[in-house]
């Protein structure tokens, strides 16, 4: 179960690496038998492994997932602070800033010259629109990182969002000394001004980026644009003058092209605009923007087929309608009109009811504040360059393809050793018999890495040995699927049905079981139980046939036939076959309780208490007979000893409905009545379908003065009781 050394020698690059050092110190403690040095060594290696692998997520802007590992880390170093401002980050870029800032606030107690803590808590209060709080975080990572750029530009945004172009402005300027004066930073510091409307000064910076460098990449994109933000309509000619220079040097700039489809069709210059929306869209195939206004370009040219294409490719490109919806509903309603268009009346008549569907909720996107612009309305403009603000923020750098593909590689090599790490801990602890401890390791391993060898395998056996059946019964199914042939797997949830009472299954999975393994007498007992509870009596009879050919007659024959008896009523035999059982071995499990069972049925309760008593003491854990017991014990009116004994049933299986119900019923008669309430809720909601639970739980609200309450839980019992006499209405 050990990493091969192939794999160790992959993944430690470093000979001095403590990642190393830690998961081989484990092995030799493990081989040792210092178990839990081994875990300790372990759970080292564990650390660093989910917080790299946090890292590696994170620049792979997969957030969540670094989320996720960065928190499993937090498990084994919970007061690190890089780990803290880590993990603050990718809440950051996940856009859970409150929970970033909470993070960076503790991070910032433990260290407070951290810059990197100050940096993200301003960025992360700026997010939320606290900018005074983001200026005086910023502002005590700038004194303590002057030459932070990052830093710094942050900082001035924050002046600008608060008004404060006095402030900003030195901080733009000390930039260009430092660094130079570069269109690149010119265009940067011009964004800036822009996204937080200062218009004037936007177009000033973008303007000197130009003089610098005519050819520099979107510098005319990003000059016109801000003509149309600042004075609409009035500078369409303009702005399309930047659009078509910046083309001349870059023909595939999306925004130019975009911007300038846009501009024609609102120009109703319909030749012009598909070009240039037809060029946008080859550019950015995954783009709804573009397909829209190409749709509505083809729809006025009359190419409804090509429109109808378009706008369809516009709806379905649009990741969230949600957060676009005004231009969904638009999309929708032009998609109707050349549906209709087109002879398609049925599906254009759907699409123009979803569209004004959308159309009441009165969402505005992004183009259609473009649009506003361009008309004058300078209330959108705001809104407009809150979005754009924003996203420059908290937009993070792209990453090239070859970059991503060793990161992907480097992450599943750390899953790798992750889930191996836990599997090794849950073998560990499986050792010492600590099998719900295996099964959480053995479930973290499967979690991370569900294609590791085996592991639905080992975790099913954890839930088994643990007795946690069903728990188990999920794991074997997944290993079954992987490897039907399997025969361990499958013996183990046939016996999880088993145990579970699912007798159709387990009979199913327990025969083909047999067939293989034909000479294990242990697996024909529970087979002939589940035979006999489905009513197979001829499957059983040649089950018991099958035993006693493979292991002479035996205790378990007879409780089989005993089972089987029971099942058909005939208590004259069940008593014979439970006899026969004991007299071949008096401490043969079930044979007391089975016999138990058969006096409660009778009603001989103290006779009943005897063999639960009986079974109790040869098998400790059976809950059945203890749950059985403090019943009978209850009704022979013995009710501290009755309470007791059902306490303690709810405690090791705490889902057991009827020991719930016995126990309030019980409590409620005894005079306690919070407790008896508290037990009649639980039993309501795990066994809702039985009428006498609702009626216990009626009385006990309307005992406590809920009237309310407790006449409805007596309207539920009446129901029931009608639906199980047939009187209800259909």
């Known amino acids: 179960m050990y990493l091969s050394v192939l794999f160790l020698f992959f993944l430690f690059q470093s000979p001095d690496d403590s990642f190393r050092r830690h998961y081989e110190a484990a092995e030799t403690q493990w081989r040792a038998g ?18 790299r692998l946090g890292r590696i997520y994170s620049a792979r802007h997969d957030y969540q997932r670094a989320i996720d590992s960065y928190i499993a880390a937090t498990g084994y170093q919970q007061d690190s602070p890089e780990l803290l401002v880590d993990l603050a980050i990718s809440y950051f ?25 100050h940096h993200m808590l301003g960025k992360s209060y700026f997010m939320i629109g606290n900018f005074e ?15 932070d750029y990052d830093v710094a530009y942050t900082l001035g945004l924050a002046y600008l969002k608060q008004r404060q172009l006095a402030k900003a402005k030195p901080i733009y300027d000390k930039m260009v000394v430092q660094l130079g004066n570069t269109p690149g930073l010119r ?44 004075d609409g309509a009035s500078r369409i000619s303009d702005a399309a003058a930047q659009f078509k220079i910046e083309l001349a040097t870059n023909s595939n700039e999306f925004f130019a092209n975009y911007y300038l489809g846009v501009l024609y069709t609102m120009d109703r210059n319909w030749d012009q605009a598909i070009n240039f929306l037809q060029k946008a869209v080859q550019i950015q195939p995954n783009n709804p923007n573009p397909y829209f206004y190409l749709g509505q370009a083809y729809q006025h040219v ?11 490719k516009s709806i379905g490109l649009s990741p969230d309608p949600r957060q676009n919806q005004y231009e969904v509903a638009n999309a ?30 009165s969402f505005k996107n992004d183009e259609a504040r473009l649009a506003a612009f361009l008309n004058g309305r300078s209330d959108q403009q705001k809104g407009l360059s809150e979005l754009a603000v924003h996203g420059l923020i908290a937009e993070s750098s792209e990453l090239d393809a070859s970059k991503s593909e060793k990161l992907q590689s480097e992450a599943e090599n750390y899953v790798k ?12 602890r499986a050792e010492r018999r600590d099998f719900r401890g295996a099964a959480q390791q053995f479930a973290l391993a499967a979690k991370i890495n569900p294609q590791h060898e085996d592991i639905n395998f080992n975790l099913g056996l954890a839930y088994y040995k643990a007795e946690l059946y069903k728990e188990a019964i999920g794991p074997f199914e997944e290993q079954l699927k992987v490897n039907p042939a399997n025969i361990a797997a499958r013996q183990l949830l046939g016996l999880s049905y088993f145990m579970t009472e699912n007798y159709v299954k387990a009979s199913a999975l327990l025969s083909e079981v047999v067939g293989v393994k034909q000479n294990d007498v242990t697996l024909y007992y529970p087979l002939a139980l589940s035979l006999s509870k489905e009513g197979r009596i001829d499957a059983v009879n040649e089950v018991v046939k099958k035993m006693l050919a493979v292991g002479g007659n035996s205790p378990q024959i007879h409780l089989v036939l005993a089972q089987a008896y029971y099942e058909q009523g005939a208590t004259d035999k069940v008593l014979e076959e439970l006899k026969a059982a004991l007299a071949l071995d008096e401490k043969v499990l079930l044979a007391h309780f089975y016999t138990g069972m058969v006096y409660l049925r009778m009603g001989k309760f103290v006779e009943a208490a005897r063999e639960f008593e009986v079974e109790l003491k040869l098998n400790p854990a059976d809950i059945q007979a203890k749950y059985n017991l403090g019943y009978v014990l209850l009704a022979n009116q013995q009710t501290a000893r009755g309470i007791k004994l059902l306490r303690e049933v709810i405690v090791t299986k705490p889902d057991f409905g009827n020991a719930h119900f016995e126990l309030g019923k019980a409590l409620l008669q005894a005079g306690d009545l919070k407790d008896a309430l508290a037990s009649l809720e639980i039993a309501a909601k795990l066994i809702p379908e039985q009428a006498h639970v609702h009626y216990q739980l009626g009385r006990a609200y309307l005992a406590a003065g809920r009237k309310s309450e407790g006449e409805n839980q ?7 009781k009608d639906t199980a006499r047939g009187l209800s209405n259909p």
């Open 714 to 720: 007596m309207e539920i019992y009446k129901r029931l």
């Open 417 to 428: 050793l992750i889930a191996t790490t836990h599997n090794n801990i849950g073998l560990m």
């Open 332 to 361: 929708h309603f032009r998609l109707g009109q050349s549906l209709i268009k087109a002879g398609r009346v049925e599906e254009g008549e759907r699409e123009l009811q979803v569209a004004a569907e959308l159309k009441s909720k």
């Open 93 to 117: 870029y996940g856009r859970q800033y409150e929970k970033a800032a909470e993070l960076l606030a503790k991070a910032i107690v433990q260290n407070p010259r951290s810059v990197p803590s």
């Open 133 to 147: 709080k983001a200026s005086q975080e910023l502002e005590t990572a700038l004194k303590l990182a002057p030459r």
């Open 302 to 312: 009359e190419q409804h087929e090509q429109a109808i294409e378009a706008l369809k």
């Open 34 to 51: 210092n178990l839990a040095a081994a875990e300790a060594e372990y759970n080292q290696t564990l650390s660093e492994a989910y917080h």
């Open 187 to 230: 265009i940067v510091i011009g964004r800036a001004y822009r996204e937080t409307d200062f218009l004037s000064e936007a177009i000033e910076e973008f303007k000197k980026a130009v003089a610098l460098d005519p050819r520099f990449p979107r510098v005319h994109y990003y000059l016109g644009l801000t003509y149309l933000l600042k």
